[in-house]
């Protein structure tokens, strides 16, 4: 038998060597990061990762992000090792059509793949989300003797992903909110695209993290398997605070270009790949080398892994046997499910005769009304709650002290609230919400491009979503963002028009399971459409209707609008009655899910045959052809706004029920 | 005459309580942070900051950042006292339509506005762009006792600038590059609007910026004007790293709701006002109150400001007199003009015969032609630059060391990199320029957004644009990127076909001067468009044009592309012609540029009664109604990418010819 250490090489040599011969044959791909960084990934994988290769979706397994994506194979290479069933064949598959092995790992490719990596910085906030939904859920449904939520969250990350932003958001939050069982191991190899470090990076990182309240071990050597062992012990040592092991590792160890720029994102090539081989003492054939001895030592990982699995199942059988309830609520909320009658009472919120009401405040209502029959609810703002109304009543805050709390404080830091929100979503058990003004939901469009991606059920609360919120003046309000969230596939962007169509646009966004969704809400009051008046209202959730028209027959123009210009189109249309017109006034407040709808449907709320067709938005008209075509007009803003009360600002930039029918007369005139 | 220590208080009450008075009346606004903030303010304005209030363009001012733009009425305080040409009336007039002191400070509204600020983190990075101007300036035009250029930049920020990304991404690259003139000034009150910010940031600032390489001083009380004082001439003192000075003060200093969260943005109402009044020592009326003293102490910087630009003028001549061509340059720059012949040879550079080339690298060539000749170009990447093709040869890095390099390393900062290239548009001097993938536009929109709203000369290279970056999957391919660009009002989005077209895209972006624009580049090669078989690319500039066509006379069908679908539209229409079809096929590089032409030119490209439309673009279909209404077609990708060699993926998802004939046939059988 092979002694333990030249056993730890070889299972070493075999990852990094599977990482090369890959990236060879798609003749594509990052050598670089996996030959270095694999003694680390392998130490935390053999000695401390509880996980059933056999079952991915364990729910009480570690989570390993590998937050730096373009080492993908590093985590390919460990998954096929340790049992996933993830073949060999799918690693010579690796970056081709259709394989389980894409050239960055996607969440639902292949089994094992906790969340979709690879823009830097994501997978490291996912992981302080993932951390975060296992000490919530532990202080929910933990009892003493029985800890059925108890594991670990381990990130692996590159220089890259500590740069971005978005990592340093969620370090700093982290640290305040003291989660413990997070560790991040950081493949310190000073090597980025464009060379050194020192280039760009010469901060002392170990230092800014302890600034932030983590615990900082290391640096280690990251060839030392002992000493990473060793730091990964400390870190797990301490419970209160989130842990930096700081690995100091050797891009592209052991080809010739080892610690140089040139092996992070190409093919090393044929002759570098067989010197790297024989400079490691590797055979240079066959590619693709598993050796027994390591296939052995690895797949026990299958044993282990089932014989915690069992364990847990035993005890969360235990814990059933002493609190049915919250068991049962605890498995419904893993699998995803809402408790029946989370919608009770919703449609009761705001009857007829209620008060104009903002969205932003209709939808602090119903989140209450939802929150209060499902704990899977879970969530909070960047800073803005109580302007974007996302606080549960007497929930209590999520802090370090308590982890018990429904309401999370991001602090100002949008982006990192977004990949949090992934993260909770990736690790189950949670409807994640987050809040803010939908101006700033540019500062977290890479978090929610990855959770269309991935079809999390996130939430999204924009408030403040247009002119609208009046004195902030053009840089708090919002003109591109609606149109732009709209091409994003994937994302559902509802912008209601009232309080009605404020909980048929909840009731959508929780009703979807593949995708997040954007709720667009006003800062202003706005009237609310008594369902008696306008039965079109319950519809809203087929994303489009007929809101109001001006009797029989077909129209011979259509108004169309969404939010709070839903209610200028509807003064124009009766204006245009008023003149003897027969007009019809659409509100469209989803795009995607109106364009989703049976074509029939669609065209009974748009009859194609009528062209003069006058769309109203606070925002760029770019887009709404789509609905209004090259015939139509549409009465937006194609230009950034202005600080005043909002009133005046609607006024002079003529969004309008007056400019809505002067443009529908023309279009009747000609 | 009233003692020195009395007046300063009385000059900083001024700044408070005009700071209450305009929120009071404008029944909005903030101000919680002016009333904390104003002493430091004020120390920093009556001792430190060179400038001149009658010329608010002088080039070696000292630059003032007020990053917490919701202290806005802070900042038009002084500006009013100090003697720019912002009048009591205008203080009056805060939050109106038109006024000059919109809600957040707005650059071109207030004369002395160096840049746009509210959304917190960017006018601490727009700082360290500023900063970075500075230097690069100093050491391109400096010459041994001519120190023509030699100003500071101050930056005054909040807890909550802190906690965005941005601002940890550019505070990191400042102490990298050792930014000695740059002071950071940080009204620590420790209060957002969620409440304490032991909430969400527990964290030890100045550890943090230590960390980064800065000088850390303080903290300081923000009311012992001395010891302000004092902070501010010791981080002046250190000339080879930034500074942050801690400045602890209490948010709504004086009100009855001080350090507390109500004062943070909304009025302090009327009977809040007068008791902090009658707290502070100040008369309860009138309202907006100037004490004359103090309207005489604060404007002796007209005559400070006076003297020290005559100074400059002088040692400005002198410099002329000895460096007559420097002097030309430098002069020319500051105004924004560049030298005549900068566009030469750019016409052949790929002249008829050419091998095919990414649109990337043919950008490479023409930016490196024109730095050749136009000093003001500088920029990076987000540590992309050798796929960018975004490096100047032989021009060296801007480092610590050596602030004559022109080639900038952003590291993987794509936010600080925006909101850095902001802040060197502002300085003047410059035309800064970026570089990184499409699909991490999405990483920068936040500083992308502000350049055109203020109408900054900045250039975004995006190379790898669509799906055509093959192997590194859905993450890294671009889909709804394009549209969701082409949304930002003033923002132009240049994507060009072919080698050509790129030069004229560097052209209309350089020949810009009111707004910035995008270049959305190819990986993969494309062929170049012979002018002589295509004599239309030259008008590229024009946003559109006729590319080519199957013969004279009123197409029956009109293919449109943009980028590398141009060619798949113009395989489409040779096909179709070969079928008989009279096909014409329109290149539109830039929506922005061709909906700007007259209509008759646009009418002349795309004739209103050809309604036979395809278009072909590999990104989201939304938005291409624009062009082909709703009796037209588009051949996009309403879905994310994948990870496969390019080809593949443009065959699977049906980016082809085949699909674009398809389409036209069935239309022109209708």
Same mark, same amino acid.
């Given at each position: 038998?092979?002694?333990?250490?030249?056993?730890?090489?070889?299972?070493?040599?075999?990852?990094?060597?599977?990482?090369?011969?890959?990236?060879?044959?798609?003749?594509?791909?990052?050598?670089?990061?996996?030959?270095?960084?694999?003694?680390?990934?392998?130490?935390?994988?053999?000695?401390?990762?509880?996980?059933?290769?056999?079952?991915?979706?364990?729910?009480?397994?570690?989570?390993?992000?590998?937050?730096?994506?373009?080492?993908?194979?590093?985590?390919?290479?460990?998954?096929?090792?340790?049992?996933?069933?993830?073949?060999?064949?799918?690693?010579?598959?690796?970056?081709?059509?259709?394989?389980?092995?894409?050239?960055?790992?996607?969440?639902?490719? *292949?089994?094992?793949?906790?969340?979709?990596?690879?823009?830097?910085?994501?997978?490291?906030?996912?992981?302080?989300?993932?951390?975060?939904?296992?000490? $919530?859920?532990?202080?929910?449904?933990?009892?003493?003797?029985?800890?059925?939520?108890?594991?670990?969250?381990?990130?692996?990350?590159?220089?890259?992903?500590?740069?971005?932003?978005?990592?340093?958001?969620?370090?700093?939050?982290?640290?305040?909110?003291?989660?413990?069982?997070?560790?991040?191991?950081?493949?310190?190899?000073?090597?980025?695209?464009?060379?050194?470090?020192?280039?760009?990076?010469?901060?002392?990182?170990?230092?800014?993290?302890?600034?932030?309240?983590?615990?900082?071990?290391?640096?280690?050597?990251?060839?030392?398997? %002992?000493?990473?062992?060793?730091?990964?012990?400390?870190?797990?040592?301490?419970?209160?605070?989130?842990?930096?092991?700081?690995?100091?590792?050797?891009?592209?160890?052991?080809?010739?270009?080892?610690?140089?720029?040139?092996?992070?994102?190409?093919?090393?090539?044929?002759?570098? &790949?067989?010197? @790297?081989? +024989?400079?490691?003492?590797?055979?240079?054939?066959?590619?693709?080398?598993?050796?027994?001895?390591?296939?052995?030592?690895?797949?026990? /990982?299958?044993?282990?892994?089932? =014989?915690?699995?069992?364990?847990?199942?035993?005890?969360?059988?235990?814990?059933?046997?002493?609190?049915? #309830?919250?068991?049962? !609520?605890?498995?419904?909320?893993? @699998?995803?499910?809402?408790? $029946?009658?989370?919608?009770?009472?919703?449609?009761?919120?705001?009857?007829? %005769?209620? #008060?104009?009401?903002?969205?932003?405040?209709?939808?602090?209502?119903?989140?209450?009304?939802?929150?209060?029959?499902?704990?899977?609810?879970? %969530?909070?703002? =960047?800073?803005?709650?109580?302007?974007?109304?996302?606080?549960?009543?007497?929930?209590?805050?999520? /802090?370090?002290?308590?982890?018990?709390?429904?309401?999370?404080?991001?602090?100002?830091?949008?982006?990192?609230?977004?990949?949090?929100?992934?993260?909770?979503?990736?690790?189950?058990?949670?409807?994640?919400?987050?809040?803010?003004?939908?101006?700033?939901?540019?500062?977290?469009?890479?978090?929610?491009?990855?959770?269309?991606?991935?079809?999390?059920?996130?939430?999204?609360?924009?408030?403040?979503?247009?002119?609208?919120?009046?004195?902030?003046?053009?840089?708090?309000?919002?003109?591109?963002?609606?149109?732009?969230?709209?091409?994003?596939?994937?994302?559902?962007?509802?912008?209601?028009?009232?309080?009605?169509?404020?909980?048929?646009?909840?009731? *959508?966004?929780?009703?979807?399971?593949?995708?997040? +969704?954007?709720?667009?809400?006003?800062?202003?009051?706005?009237?609310?459409?008594?369902?008696?008046?306008?039965?079109?209202?319950?519809? /809203?959730?087929?994303?489009?209707?007929?809101?109001?028209?001006?009797?029989?027959?077909?129209?011979?123009?259509?108004?169309?609008?969404?939010?709070?210009? $839903?209610?200028?189109?509807?003064?124009?249309?009766?204006?245009? /009655?008023?003149?003897?017109?027969? $007009?019809?006034?659409?509100?469209?407040?989803?795009?995607?899910?109106?364009?989703?709808?049976?074509?029939?449907?669609?065209?009974?709320?748009?009859?194609? &045959?009528?062209?003069?067709?006058?769309?109203? !938005?606070? %925002?760029? +008209?770019?887009?709404?052809?789509?609905?209004?075509?090259?015939?139509?007009?549409?009465?937006?803003?194609?230009?950034?706004?202005?600080?005043?009360?909002?009133?005046?600002?609607? !006024?002079?930039?003529?969004?309008?029920?007056?400019?809505?029918?002067?443009?529908?007369?023309?279009?009747?005139?000609?």
């Amino acid at each position: 038998m092979t002694d333990r250490n030249a056993l730890d090489e070889l299972c070493i040599n075999t990852i990094r060597f599977l990482a090369v011969d890959a990236v060879e044959r798609a003749n594509s791909g990052h050598p670089g990061a996996p030959m270095g960084a694999a003694p680390v990934a392998y130490v935390l994988w053999d000695r401390f990762l509880r996980h059933n290769p056999a079952d991915p979706a364990w729910p009480d397994r570690d989570r390993f992000v590998l937050s730096a994506g373009h080492a993908s194979m590093l985590l390919y290479s460990l998954l096929h090792l340790t049992g996933y069933d993830v073949r060999l064949e799918d690693l010579k598959a690796f970056r081709q059509w259709g394989s389980a092995t894409p050239g960055h790992p996607e969440r639902g490719d *292949a089994p094992g793949v906790e969340t979709t990596t690879g823009p830097l910085g994501q997978g490291f906030a996912n992981g302080v989300g993932i951390a975060m939904a296992e000490m $919530a859920l532990a202080a929910s449904y933990n009892r003493p003797g029985h800890e059925i939520v108890d594991h670990a969250t381990y990130v692996l990350c590159s220089d890259g992903d500590l740069m971005e932003g978005v990592a340093s958001e969620a370090a700093s939050l982290a640290g305040t909110l003291g989660l413990g069982k997070l560790v991040c191991l950081y493949d310190d190899n000073r090597i980025t695209i464009e060379g050194s470090t020192d280039l760009t990076f010469k901060e002392d990182v170990g230092a800014r993290f302890r600034a932030y309240g983590w615990q900082v071990v290391g640096p280690v050597d990251g060839l030392d398997l %002992g000493a990473v062992g060793g730091a990964i012990e400390e870190a797990r040592g301490d419970s209160g605070r989130p842990s930096l092991v700081v690995c100091r590792t050797t891009i592209g160890y052991g080809s010739p270009k080892e610690n140089t720029a040139d092996v992070h994102g190409s093919p090393l090539g044929r002759d570098a &790949a067989l010197e @790297a081989k +024989t400079r490691l003492g590797w055979p240079r054939e066959p590619e693709f080398l598993v050796p027994d001895e390591v296939a052995d030592h690895m797949r026990h /990982a299958l044993d282990r892994g089932d =014989a915690e699995e069992r364990d847990w199942k035993e005890r969360l059988a235990a814990y059933a046997s002493e609190y049915g #309830d919250l068991a049962v !609520e605890f498995s419904e909320r893993l @699998a995803g499910k809402l408790p $029946a009658g989370w919608d009770d009472g919703l449609d009761g919120l705001f009857g007829p %005769g209620s #008060d104009a009401v903002a969205t932003r405040a209709a939808s602090g209502k119903v989140l209450n009304s939802i929150a209060a029959k499902a704990p899977a609810l879970f %969530g909070g703002s =960047a800073d803005l709650a109580p302007s974007n109304k996302t606080s549960i009543d007497g929930a209590g805050s999520f /802090a370090a002290g308590d982890h018990s709390g429904r309401n999370i404080h991001f602090g100002v830091r949008e982006h990192a609230m977004g990949s949090i929100a992934n993260g909770l979503a990736v690790h189950g058990g949670f409807v994640p919400y987050t809040g803010t003004f939908l101006t700033f939901s540019d500062y977290m469009r890479p978090p929610m491009r990855l959770a269309a991606m991935m079809g999390l059920r996130v939430v999204y609360v924009f408030t403040h979503d247009s002119i609208g919120l009046g004195e902030d003046g053009p840089t708090h309000q919002p003109v591109e963002h609606l149109m732009s969230l709209r091409a994003v596939p994937n994302l559902s962007v509802f912008r209601p028009a009232d309080a009605g169509e404020t909980v048929e646009g909840w009731k *959508a966004a929780l009703a979807r399971r593949d995708g997040p +969704t954007a709720l667009v809400l006003s800062r202003q009051k706005l009237p609310v459409l008594d369902p008696d008046e306008f039965p079109g209202v319950r519809s /809203a959730g087929r994303g489009g209707y007929v809101l109001w028209e001006s009797g029989e027959g077909q129209p011979e123009v259509i108004l169309l609008g969404t939010g709070s210009e $839903a209610h200028v189109a509807l003064a124009a249309g009766r204006e245009l /009655a008023g003149r003897g017109r027969r $007009a019809r006034v659409v509100s469209l407040p989803c795009w995607q899910l109106f364009d989703g709808q049976p074509r029939e449907y669609r065209e009974s709320v748009l009859p194609p &045959a009528v062209t003069a067709r006058v769309a109203v !938005e606070a %925002g760029v +008209t770019l887009g709404w052809e789509h609905y209004v075509g090259l015939a139509g007009e549409t009465v937006g803003i194609d230009r950034f706004g202005a600080s005043a009360p909002y009133q005046t600002i609607y !006024e002079e930039l003529g969004i309008t029920a007056a400019s809505v029918v002067a443009r529908a007369e023309v279009l009747l005139r000609v």
